[in-house]
Each structure stands twice: as structure tokens, then as C-alpha cells.
């Protein structure tokens, strides 16, 4: 049963524009939510995060956002570069242990 | 920067067969944790080991084991492959007690069971 969800696998965006990734999980004693980079070979890599006691985080052009009643949250990426193209995961976690919950993925394509 | 070190890249085997996937965790990183992706599929916990012992367990099958060294380097064991085992296998580092925003991941070991 799948607990994070990715229901788009992939989006294409052009250059300068903003991208939005969705992720809904099912899960409510998921507490801590993480977006994870994954290029081509490469393991994933640590993007931003959010603790559910906020409900937005702002680094730079990546700003996630929160909807604890809706169980949503979406990475917005803006502007937009090529350079982003990659496999964005999300995942979650219980204050319970480390283990993370991780969605499918979505590909993201940024055109120039 | 040292990271999170995975042997071998890409794995192929017979069904029936063993397989023994290594990881080296980054220095002074005390937990080891291992992850499958399916194709197509979100990568699943396995199992971790926090300073030699089993910390937690997710969905890894009785067909597989894993232990992790006194150098903290970590083998994922799988016996009797089935052809639904081929997936990439991640492993992933930290340090107890920091983030899991300090958590980094190796880049995958590719099974193949033909």
C-alpha cells in the first residue's frame, strides 16, 4: 500500500517558468517531508524539506508547501532552468524512525 | 568530499542464484540503510543497522539478510533470485542523532535477474 504518492511521473516546463511537483500521502503520523533530486546514475541527493508544524519552506528557487488537512505537498521550482531536469522524488517520515516513505517519482524536463 | 561508496554497479545474474551488494557509508557515518526501486516503482526500505545491529526493518524478504561490519560497512545478502528481484538497489548513510536532511544516498547498485 502505497503511503506517498506521485501521481504525475513526469512534467515538461520551459526555461524561466515555474515547475510544480504534487505529492499526497495517505499516512497522518508522517511529520517530516523531504524532496530528493535524482539524476541519471547518480543516488538521490537531499533537495529541501518541511516539518508539519510549517507549512512553507523557502531555499533559494525551490519553496515547498504544506496542506496537512488536504495530506498534500507540492515543490515549486522558480525560474525554472535546464540544469533542474531530473527525477523528483518526495518523502515522508515518522518521528517513529528514519526510515523514509518515498513516492515514484517525477521526471522533470525544463526546455530551453 | 567522500560519499556513500556502492559495489558492484551493475549485477547480473541467474535465476536461483546468490548476490552479495556492498556498501562503504561515508566517514564517521554509524547507520546504514538500504532501499530497493523497482522498475517504475518509489524505492522501498529494506532494512538499516545502526552501530552493527538491525535498527529497523521494512519490507525485505526472508530470502534476503544484510549485517553490517565493525568498519560500518554494510552487505546486503540475496539468495534463490527471482526474476521480480531486479530493481536498483540504494544504499544510504548518516549519523546518528542528525536530520535525515543529513541522510546521503550511494548511486544504486543495477540487479539484474535474467
Known amino acids: 500500500d502505497q503511503q506517498v504518492k506521485q501521481n504525475s511521473p513526469s512534467l515538461s516546463v520551459q526555461e524561466g517558468r515555474i515547475s510544480i511537483l504534487n505529492c499526497d500521502y495517505t499516512n497522518s503520523m508522517f511529520d517530516y517531508f523531504l524532496w530528493y533530486k535524482k539524476y541519471p546514475a547518480e543516488g538521490p541527493t537531499f533537495l529541501i524539506s518541511?516539518?508539519?508544524?510549517?507549512d512553507k519552506n523557502e531555499d533559494g528557487r525551490f519553496t515547498v508547501f504544506l496542506n496537512k488537512s488536504a495530506k498534500h505537498l507540492s515543490l515549486h521550482i522558480v525560474p525554472s532552468q535546464p540544469g533542474d531536469s531530473a527525477v523528483y522524488f518526495c518523502?515522508?517520515?515518522?518521528?517513529?524512525?528514519?526510515?523514509?516513505?518515498f513516492g515514484k517519482g517525477t521526471s522533470l524536463l525544463v526546455t530551453p | 568530499a567522500a560519499g556513500v561508496i556502492q559495489s558492484p554497479r551493475h549485477l547480473i545474474k541467474e535465476k536461483r542464484e546468490t548476490a552479495t551488494l556492498k556498501c562503504y557509508p561515508i566517514p564517521r557515518h554509524d547507520t546504514v540503510y538500504w532501499y530497493q526501486q523497482g522498475p517504475g516503482q518509489d524505492p522501498q526500505f529494506l532494512i538499516s543497522f545502526y552501530e552493527k545491529m538491525q535498527s529497523d526493518k521494512g519490507s525485505i524478504p526472508d530470502r534476503f539478510s544484510a549485517q553490517q561490519f565493525s568498519d560500518y560497512h554494510s552487505e546486503l545478502n540475496m539468495s534463490s533470485l527471482e526474476l521480480g528481484d531486479s530493481a536498483l538497489y540504494f544504499c544510504?548513510?548518516?549519523?546518528?542523532?542528525?536530520?535525515?536532511?543529513?541522510?546521503?544516498f550511494g548511486s544504486g547498485t543495477q540487479l539484474s535477474v535474467l
Open positions: 518523502a515522508a517520515s515518522s518521528n517513529s524512525g528514519y526510515a523514509l516513505n
Open positions: 544510504a548513510s548518516s549519523s546518528s542523532g542528525q536530520s535525515l536532511e543529513k541522510l546521503f
Open positions: 518541511i516539518s508539519s508544524i510549517k
